[in-house]
């Protein structure tokens, strides 16, 4: 960067570096934001999609369970059968029994289901006779059956004390044969219901192929491809998909799954979806790489956009900046040649204007003595010093390398406005409007440089905007205050307007430092060249206009701020010219 001074010394170079830093830092945010919040929902979405999964293939489950408890409630819901089974006949009466009441009632019991299902009673009743069917080491679900046996068959079991044990009545658990062969059971505690005494167990056998099958085919619906399977309280898979059976490592390597559960009633298992992370990260790189191919894409289109930007304020403001040294100079024949209607056109105009305006008053200082005119160009002297533009320019072209663009275009829609009402061609007399306007565009542009502490309030009553009065009588006080009043605190500035007894008067109040009294009085009684020129300025051009008895009062206290009221009559000229509203 030592080589090339004249390029990063440059108002362009440092406006384009402003650009790039204000335009890469909430790219790189918003893209960051929308990365992470587009991976969080594809996440979301995935879970979602795999928890609604799993739940539907739980309620399918559950409604196949309920089929298997219909079959269940007809049995222990009938009362005759009940009544059959706890009666104790002799051997002839058993067979009638168990043919004409029992029989029947197991076989309408088997038909609420069609898949294959295996109904044992085992009975405390050993007056009526066993039936069963087949090898006790063979699967019993070879197609729909029932049994009877006599309690003393299971009676020392361990499935059956365990049971017995329990406080619950009915209990679905793999016993007996029931993992061998992949089945599991519904167990029943059968009681008498009108003396509450055990009539034995029901026993009801179902394929867990038939109970859980939704397993092999819900795997479609996850959205990404997923694991699932039935475990138990040890986290031991009792069924799993047989198109996609678990993964060997998801117990080894948990942190490489997502586990989603769901509980399944009467049951102490659970149905388990397992979401492989990797499957989540393909979705989320998508949206990373898209995201960057738009940010990247922005980047490069706005910084176009303010490469142009850049050249156009840098070309502006350099001829502005000439324009000004030469002004500074002394020669006062320059010129801005600016076309358009923006705010660059509205300074090269007021420029323009203003020089022009210099010029003929420097002339008019050499051929006429009137003190009128000469009160005038003392105040034009006063308030339109090529310094102030220059420090106005000065703190626009800081603002521009800040990146301040917001407050550059008002800085510089400002000044425009402050130059054009100031300078207003040529004349000395003004509606009270562009008056106030004048001052507004003056404080607007002070608040930029001073930020938050300047606070100003505007108490003008509408009836005086109808009347004229001598230009810049405001601005003065203003500017006074701002340079005179103001510490380290806030200043709060207060403008008033209003009409009081056939007068219009104007009050400046500030909250600032203040003055003594001794040093108002030596203001104005122009004891103190050094001090309060811009006062006796207004005081005096007020007063060559409308007489001894209109013009400037102050009032002040040290540390109590000053009040400046001005007093002019109520004045309108004869021959408006028309002006800008």
């Known amino acids: 960067m030592k080589w090339f001074p004249h390029i990063t010394n440059s108002f362009g170079y ?53 089929v298997v408890e219909r079959v269940d409630k007809q049995v222990y819901l009938d009362q005759s059968l009940q009544q059959a089974l706890i009666k104790r006949v002799e051997p002839y009466d058993s067979y009638q029994i168990t043919s004409n009441n029992v029989v029947p009632r197991l076989e309408a019991a088997l038909n609420l289901t069609s898949n294959h299902i295996a109904l ?19 699967d019993p679900l070879s197609g729909k059956k029932y049994e009877l046996f006599h309690f003393e068959r299971i009676e020392g079991l361990d499935w059956t004390r365990m049971f017995s044990a329990l406080k619950t009545d009915s209990l679905w658990e793999q016993v007996d044969t029931d993992a061998k ?172 204007e203003m020089a022009e305006n210099i010029e003929g008053l420097i002339q008019e200082v050499y051929v006429s003595n009137l003190q009128k005119k000469e009160a005038e160009l003392e105040a034009l002297q006063a308030q339109i010093k090529p310094h102030f533009l220059y420090n106005t320019l ?16 008002r800085m510089v829609s400002g000044l425009a406005t402050f130059y054009r009402l100031t300078l207003n061609q040529g004349r000395s007399i003004i509606p009270i409007r562009e008056e106030i306007r004048q001052v507004q565009s003056y404080i607007d542009i002070q ?9 100003v309030s505007y108490d003008i009553h509408f009836s005086v905007l109808e009347y004229d009065t001598v230009k810049l009588i405001l601005q003065p006080f203003v500017e006074n205050a701002l340079e ?51 006062i006796r300025n207004v005081n005096e051009r007020i007063k060559l206009q409308f007489g001894e008895s209109f013009g400037v009062t102050l009032h002040s206290g040290l540390g109590i701020g000053t009040t400046v009221r001005i007093v002019l009559p109520v004045y309108r000229e004869e021959y408006r010219q028309p002006y800008d509203t």
């Open 181 to 352: 062969f992949g089945n599991v059971s519904l167990l029943r505690k059968m009681m008498d219901f009108h003396t509450v005494s055990p009539i034995g167990f029901m026993r009801i056998t179902v394929k867990m192929d038939d109970l859980f099958e939704n397993l092999n085919y819900g795997n479609s619906n996850t959205g990404v491809p997923s694991y699932l399977a039935v475990t138990d309280e040890r986290n031991t898979p009792i069924y799993q998909s047989i198109q996609n059976p678990l993964p060997h490592d998801w117990t080894t390597q948990p942190e490489r799954y997502l586990q989603i559960r769901e509980p399944l009633e009467g049951l102490n298992w659970e149905v388990m979806a397992l979401v492989p992370l990797h499957e989540l990260e393909k979705g989320a790189n998508k949206v990373r790489n898209v995201t960057l191919l738009v940010c990247l894409l922005s980047l490069a289109i706005f910084l176009v956009i303010g490469a142009f930007i850049s050249a156009y304020f840098t070309k502006h403001i350099r001829r502005i900046v000439h324009s000004l040294q030469s002004f500074q100079e002394g020669n006062f024949s320059k010129r801005i040649r600016f076309t358009g209607t923006d705010e660059f056109a509205r300074i090269a105009g007021a420029f323009n």
């Open 394 to 409: 000065s703190s626009i072209s800081r603002l521009g390398r800040l990146g301040e663009a917001d407050k550059l275009h």
């Open 447 to 455: 608040k930029i440089k001073h930020v938050d502490r300047l606070d």
């Open 484 to 534: 005179h009043a103001m510490l380290e605190d806030r200043l709060h500035i207060r403008i008033v307007a209003y009409l009081e007894e056939g007068n219009i008067v104007f009050k400046v109040i500030d909250n600032g430092i203040g003055m003594s009294r001794e040093t108002v009085q030596r203001i104005l009684a122009n004891k103190d060249q050094r001090s309060g020129y811009g």
């Open 120 to 138: 044992d009673l085992f009975l405390h009743n050993n007056t009526l006779p066993e039936i069963f069917f087949g090898n006790a080491e063979q």
């Open 14 to 66: 440092k406006l384009m570096i402003s650009y790039f830093l204000l335009v890469m830092i909430p790219v790189v945010s918003i893209g960051y934001y929308a990365y992470t919040t587009s991976v969080q929902y594809v996440k979301e979405q995935t879970i979602q999609n795999a928890t609604g999964t799993l739940k539907q293939v739980r309620d399918n489950i559950l409604e196949k369970m309920k």
